[in-house]
C-alpha cells in the first residue's frame, strides 16, 4: 500500500493532504492469511479457516503473527511520514473497526450484535502518531487517560486537525478539544 505513495505526495504541492490505507490486518477468520512467511514468528499456526479444527493456541498465534505484521506496517507508514519532517506538518490516525474474540468463554471471531458482543470485540485498539512540528499544535494534554472515546470521533477529530470550518463539526467529538 505505500508503493508509490511519495510520488503521489509530491504531485499534491502545497496541499493538505488525507491519505486512507484500509488494510486487511487481522480480519479473520484465515488469520494465517495476513502475512507473509517471514512473520510467522509463534507457531504452530492455525491455517484454516475452520476454526473449530485448530487448537486455542494454534489460532492465537496466527492471529499475533498478524499483529506483528500490522506493527510493522505501521512503522514503514510512520518511516515514510517522517521524510516529510523539515517541510510537512505529518499524522498517522490508527483504529480499527472492530475487535475479536479468540477464544474466550468459548468466542470467536466478531459477529455478535453490539449489545451481546463481549468487550475483546467491540474495544478496539486505536492510536495517533504526530512529527515534531504537528504535535506542537495538537494539545495532545486535553486527552484523559481514562476517557472512553469510540469511531464516532474520528470523523470529527480529522476535521478539528485540518481546521475544515463546516457546521457539521462537534467539537465535543473532537478528541483534542476541551471538554466543558
Ligand atoms: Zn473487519
Not at 507508514?77 to 468459548?106: P, R, V
Not at 495538537?138 to 480529522?158: C, P
Request: charged share 20%.
Amino acid at each position: 500500500m505505500l508503493v508509490g505513495l511519495q510520488s503521489y505526495i509530491a504531485k499534491q504541492k502545497d496541499k493538505d493532504i488525507l491519505i486512507v490505507l484500509h488494510q486487511m490486518g487481522n480480519h479473520g477468520p484465515a488469520y494465517y492469511k495476513r502475512y507473509p512467511k517471514a512473520f510467522e514468528k509463534f507457531t504452530p499456526v492455525c491455517k484454516t479457516n475452520q476454526l473449530e479444527e485448530c487448537s486455542k493456541e494454534e489460532i492465537s498465534n496466527a492471529y499475533d503473527n498478524a499483529i506483528l505484521y500490522t506493527d510493522d506496517f505501521l512503522t514503514q507508514t510512520i518511516a515514510l511520514l517522517k521524510k516529510y519532517n523539515s517541510s510537512h506538518q505529518t499524522a498517522m490516525f490508527y483504529m480499527s473497526d472492530h475487535g475479536e474474540s479468540l477464544g474466550e468463554n468459548g468466542i470467536y471471531l466478531h459477529g455478535l450484535p453490539y449489545f451481546m458482543a463481549p468487550s475483546a470485540q467491540t474495544h478496539i485498539p486505536a492510536f495517533i502518531w504526530f512529527n515534531d512540528s504537528f504535535s506542537k499544535e495538537v494539545q495532545a494534554h486535553k486527552i484523559q487517560s481514562d476517557a472512553r472515546y469510540t469511531q464516532d470521533n474520528l470523523f470529527h477529530t480529522l476535521l478539528g486537525l485540518f481546521n475544515v470550518q463546516t457546521k457539521v463539526y462537534e467539537p465535543r467529538l473532537d478528541i483534542f478539544q476541551e471538554k466543558i
